[in-house]
T-cell receptor, first 111, second 107 residues
């Protein structure tokens, strides 16, 4: 979607390594979200942010941390990746407390 | 049981057919969203509705709050409509997503 860029788009890494995914937006949205998408499940919220340095946990936050030091960037970190965190990760942003615009996703494989 | 259930899971149609995708939910909501996810993975918001009906081009979304049910209709379907359609419900700061309906429209 316009204005939301995720990087990297694909990543393969090993169990136990740290991984950081980046979401960058150009629309000055206040709210930003990280979701994971797995087969048979709907998108599930990992963490969200409602402003710079303001974040909160979502439904599946264990094993993940986030940071938002600037309005435009929302980082998702897996401190020590596990195979269960293999997934497709989506970032989203919105001007009120609902995601309106989504990134194209990051496919993360943890071996 | 998921809080948001979509049916069918998979749907194959011939070009020109009228398509209906259903969404039922079990929680109180303030709004319901329909999203489209293309084969490349990108997700686009189609509709947000809290009552009644909305129309955009060949797409129509309806919601019945009392019955906790929404439908997405596609008229005169086209192969470019092939995608996964996702229903999501919002309650305050919480948003729950259905697993999606994979639509394939054959020429």
């Amino acid at each position: 979607d316009a204005g939301i860029t995720q990087s990297p788009r694909h990543k393969v890494t090993e169990t136990g390594t740290p991984v950081t995914l980046r979401c960058h937006q150009t629309e000055n949205h206040r709210y930003m979200y990280w979701y994971r998408q797995d087969p048979g499940h709907g998108l599930r919220l990992i963490h969200y942010s409602y402003g710079v340095k303001d974040t909160d946990k979502g439904e599946v936050s264990d094993g993940y941390s986030v940071s938002r030091s600037k309005t435009e960037d929302f980082l998702l970190t897996l401190e020590s990746a596990t195979s269960s965190q293999t997934s497709v990760y989506f970032c989203a942003a919105g001007y009120d407390n609902q995601p309106q615009h989504f990134g194209d996703g990051t496919r993360l494989s943890i071996l | 049981k998921n809080e948001v259930e979509q049916s069918p899971q998979n749907l194959t149609a011939q070009e020109g057919e009228f398509i209906t995708i259903n969404c039922s939910y079990s929680v109180g909501i303030s709004a319901l969203h329909w999203l489209q996810q293309h084969p490349g993975g990108g997700i686009v918001s189609l509709f947000m509705l809290s009552s009644g009906k909305k129309k955009h081009g060949r797409l129509i979304a309806t919601i019945n709050i009392q019955e906790k049910h929404s439908s997405l209709h596609i008229t005169a379907s086209h192969p470019r409509d092939s995608a996964v359609y996702i229903c999501a419900v919002r309650n305050n700061n919480d948003m729950r997503f259905g697993a999606g309906t994979r639509l394939t429209v054959k020429p």
